[in-house]
Structures are given as C-alpha cells and as structure tokens.
C-alpha cells in the first residue's frame, strides 16, 4: 500500500518545470518616464527563474528576464524584446514570506540599476487547493 501511495504521490505531483504566475512592474528613467506591467509565468529551474512576460495593456510577449536568487540576494538578466536591446542586469532582494498562511504566502523580487527599477510579486499560494468550508 505504501509503494502505492508513493508511486501516486510522484505522478500526480505537478511538474518541476511548470511556470508560476508573477506579476511585474518596471520603471525605467530616460528623457521621461516610463512605467510598464507585464504578467506570465517563470519556470524555475533550482534556483534560476526565467520566461518571458506579456504587457498588460496589449498581450504580447515583451519581457524576457533571467533572475539567480541566491538566499535573500537576487541578480537578473532584463530585456525588452521588442526593443532588439541586448539587455540589462539589475541586482536586489529575494523575499518570501517566512509566516505563510493557508491562502497568502507573498514571494517577492527587487531589482534596481542606475535606470531602472523592476518589482516582481506572485502569492505563491495560488497554485494551491482553496481551502473548503466545513459541512460541505
């Protein structure tokens, strides 16, 4: 019985590789400036986050980033692909909330260079089973 619930365990159990939904905000100073929010999915990969995020206003993918998190540090990879830019790297935090409810476990990434800021959130709960109200 136990080879049983542990061979089900390992096929239902999601894959490693499946994306998580983030949101991004990105502000970027030049002769003006300039405020864009993006949402997709990241796949994680140890402890590497990539993919490539669509802006909210219109859909398309615009957003490739590359994040390394290494404990509370993180050091990213930033482009804007429509752009044809050869990117640009941004140093900041890693932060996930260390008192994690049923349904709100907050993960966040701030990064920052001379130009540019980036936030990037998800509540890493969303994923999960919404709990049920007793008697039902």
Not at 20 to 44: C, D, F, M, Y
Not at 100 to 121: V, W
Request: hydrophobic fraction near 35%.
């Amino acid at each position: 019985m136990t080879r049983l619930l542990v061979l089900c365990s390992v096929l239902l159990a999601p894959p490693a590789q499946a994306g998580e939904e983030w949101e991004l905000i990105s502000v970027t100073r030049g002769p003006s400036w300039e405020v864009n929010e993006a949402k997709g999915a990241l796949k994680q990969d140890g402890q590497v986050l990539e993919g490539v995020l669509k802006d909210k206003i219109d859909g398309k993918a615009d957003y490739q980033i590359r994040i390394e998190l290494n404990g509370g540090h993180a050091e990213a990879r930033f482009r804007f692909i429509s752009e044809s830019d050869e990117g640009t790297t941004l140093t900041g935090t890693y932060d996930k909330a260390a008192m994690s409810t049923r349904t709100h476990c907050p993960e966040q990434i701030q990064l920052m260079n001379p130009f540019q800021y980036i936030g990037l959130a998800r509540d890493a709960c969303e994923k999960q089973s919404k709990p049920t109200k007793p008697g039902k």
